[in-house]
C-alpha cells in the first residue's frame, strides 16, 4: 500500500519569499505523485503532477515540485510567495500500475502568507 | 476535464436521519470515488464507486453507513445513514477522467 506524509502542517511564509512544502512518500511500485491546492470553501485545485519523464515539475502559479526517487519526495517550492497563495496544500500518490486508480493523499499543509 | 456537479452543498440534518448526495459528470468516466473530509484533516477514500456492480468500500467504511449508487457511467450518489454528530464533514465526489481527476466542490454535512 502506498502512503504519505507531509512534514509541518502548518507553514508561514513572508511575502515574496521561497515556499518550501515537505512530501514523502511511500510505494511498493513506481508511483504518480500529484500536488493539490484548497482554498476556503472550495474544492481541490491540481496544481501539478508527475507521472513519467522529466523530475522536475511544473505546475500552475509559479509552482514547480522535483520527484526525488532515491529521497522518495516530492517537495513544492515557490520562488516568491504571494498573499493569494495562502491555501491549504494536499500531496497524493497513485500508484502505477495494477487496476487501483485511487488517490492517497497526505495530511495537508496550511500556508500562511504574512505581509 | 471532466465538470461535476455535487449537490447539495452544505445541509444540516437531525441525528438518526440519512442525507443522499448527487454527483453528476459532464462525460462518462470510468471511475468515481467518494471522500470524507473531516475537520481539518486530510481526503479519506471512503469507496470507490463501480458501474453496475457493488461499490468497493474501504477498511473502516460499510455499505450499510454509506451505501453508493452508480447506475451509469455519468452519476454516482453517496447515502450518509443514520448520522450522528461523528459524521459531520465535508464529502467529495471525484472522478478520473481523460485527463486526469477532477473533484467536486463538496457537500458540507452538520449533523446536530
Known amino acids: 500500500a502506498q502512503s504519505v506524509t507531509q512534514l509541518g502542517s502548518h507553514v508561514s511564509v513572508s511575502e515574496g519569499a521561497l515556499v518550501l512544502l515537505r512530501c514523502n512518500y511511500s510505494s511498493s511500485v513506481p508511483p504518480y505523485l500529484f500536488w493539490y491546492v484548497q482554498y476556503p470553501n472550495q474544492g481541490l485545485q491540481l496544481l501539478l503532477k508527475y507521472t513519467t519523464g522529466a523530475t522536475l515539475v511544473k505546475g500552475i502559479n509559479g509552482f514547480e515540485a522535483e520527484f526525488k526517487k532515491s529521497e522518495t519526495s516530492f517537495h513544492l517550492t515557490k520562488p516568491s510567495a504571494h498573499m493569494s497563495d495562502a491555501a491549504e496544500y494536499f500531496c497524493a500518490v497513485r500508484i502505477s500500475s495494477g487496476s487501483a486508480r485511487q488517490l492517497t493523499f497526505g495530511s495537508g499543509t496550511q500556508l500562511t502568507v504574512l505581509p | 476535464s471532466a465538470v461535476i456537479s455535487q449537490k447539495p452543498s452544505r445541509d444540516i440534518c437531525q441525528r438518526g436521519t440519512s442525507l443522499t448526495i448527487q454527483c453528476q459528470v459532464d462525460s462518462q468516466v470510468t471511475m468515481m470515488f467518494w471522500y470524507r473530509q473531516q475537520p481539518r484533516q486530510s481526503l479519506t477514500l471512503i469507496a470507490t464507486a463501480n458501474q453496475g456492480s457493488e461499490a468497493t468500500y474501504e477498511s473502516g467504511f460499510v455499505i450499510d453507513k454509506f451505501p453508493i449508487s452508480r447506475p451509469n457511467l455519468t452519476f454516482s450518489t453517496l447515502t450518509v445513514s443514520n448520522m450522528s454528530p461523528e459524521d459531520s464533514s465535508i464529502y467529495l465526489c471525484?472522478?478520473?477522467?481523460?485527463?486526469?481527476?477532477?473533484f467536486g466542490s463538496g457537500t458540507r454535512l452538520t449533523v446536530v
Open positions: 471525484s472522478v478520473l477522467g481523460d485527463r486526469g481527476y477532477t
